[in-house]
């Protein structure tokens, strides 16, 4: 593998979570090196179209490669899909793709200053265009702020230590690169889990607080589901616990909103309703990826499906479906198509014709 490729984790497991429709609208919200978008063409028709994202610039430059006319590439953080779509006509759409995280290409590469690997400047921006880095905010925050956010994101029981140390150790030209970070970090962490680096926890905090990524997340969910059709699917691939409990919580709550106190005086159809239905159990990759690709061990892909109002067949009524492949048989898949044909507001309607953007 070199420095700007990236396997595809979950791969076959999240298309067909999916359940392409082929003349549907999907959008793969963390394009990375494509793999996933490749994927989703081939199983889309002549009349499908893919919307891709990307906060990186580099990912965008690399999905400059793929020509297809049904495929535009945008660069946008996930959290603007709501506007990405309205600049591209675009109401509704029959499925979300997230896998999120970053990718090998930004580990990989050392002036992205994402890992203890190299010596590189502390940047750790997946948006190189806009933001903090991760040198400026060591070199401004506060050490109680500094603390926060290694033991928040990196769920770092020496973040107190980390902390005072960096900021003991900042002076008047701050912490500027990778190695001298992970240097001052391994000082003052003297214990850590077999085959862990002492600053993994650090430099996992820093890359998450710098992107906003928890942020992200939590914004995009409920944007995401806003614009699906019913019937229409969320699949989300997750790589650490802050993130899928974000993605489970979410999920679950959209399935079996919370219910106000029974003593609450309120008719059943004010009471909050299901959006969505969760879709089988949650995915995690076979022992076989694993061992192909070890960095996927940790990974676990999440499907719901939007509901529709009334429900149809493929969105049930409101129980959760049991399996996360595509819906039996075609007849099935014609009737979902045509319910979601019928969703797509005058307003927001497809592109122009087919969209290549
Ligand atoms: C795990 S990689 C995706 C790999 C991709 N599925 C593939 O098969 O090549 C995650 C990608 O999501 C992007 N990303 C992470 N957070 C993002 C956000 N909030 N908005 C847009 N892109 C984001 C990263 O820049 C990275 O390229």
Redesign the pocket.
């Known amino acids: 593998m070199t420095a700007n490729t990236?396997v595809?984790?979950l791969?076959a497991e999240s298309v067909a979570a999916l359940a392409i429709q082929p003349a549907g609208i999907y959008v793969?919200?963390?394009?990375?090196?494509?793999?996933?978008s490749r994927a989703i063409l081939a199983a889309l028709g002549p009349q499908g179209r893919l919307i891709a994202?990307?906060?990186?610039p580099a990912?965008i430059v690399a999905g400059a490669s793929i020509t297809d006319p049904r495929f535009t590439l945008v660069h946008?953080?996930?959290?603007e899909l709501g506007a990405v779509l309205d600049r591209l006509g675009i109401g509704q759409v029959d499925g979300v793709l997230l896998?999120?995280?970053?990718?090998s290409p930004?580990l990989n590469t050392p002036e992205r200053g994402m890992s203890f690997r190299f010596d590189a400047p502390l940047d750790m921006r997946?948006d190189t265009t806009q933001g903090e880095t991760a040198a400026e905010f060591l070199a401004r925050a506060s050490q109680s702020e500094i603390e926060r956010v290694v033991r928040d994101y990196g769920e770092e029981r020496f973040a107190h230590a980390i902390a005072k140390a960096l900021v003991a150790a900042r002076g008047e030209h701050g912490i500027s690169g990778t190695g001298q970070l992970a240097a001052l970090v391994a000082q003052v962490v003297r214990t850590r889990e077999p085959g862990q680096h002492p600053a993994t926890r650090t430099f996992q905090a820093l890359r998450i607080h710098v992107?906003r990524?928890l942020e992200?997340l939590s914004l995009?969910l409920p944007r995401a589901v806003e614009r699906l059709a019913p019937g229409g699917r969320l699949a989300v691939i997750s790589f650490h616990s802050l993130e899928d409990r974000i993605v489970k919580r979410f999920m679950r709550d959209a399935a079996h909103p919370p219910q106000p106190p029974k003593r609450v005086p309120l008719r059943a159809a004010d009471l909050p309703q299901p959006v969505m239905s969760l879709v089988g159990k949650p995915i995690f990759p076979a022992e076989a990826e694993i061992a192909a690709n070890p960095r996927c061990r940790s990974a676990v892909l999440r499907v719901a499906e939007k509901l529709g109002n009334p429900p149809g067949p493929l969105s049930g009524k409101g129980g959760d479906r049991p399996d996360a492949g595509p819906p039996q048989g075609r007849a099935g898949q014609k009737h979902g198509a045509a319910q979601r044909r019928t969703t797509v507001t005058p307003a927001h309607g497809r592109g122009p014709g087919g969209g290549s953007h």
């Open positions: 990236h595809s984790v791969l793969d919200a963390t394009f990375g090196r494509g793999g996933h994202l990307d906060r990186d990912a946008a953080a996930f959290s896998d999120i995280g970053v990718s930004q997946m992107n990524e992200e995009a």
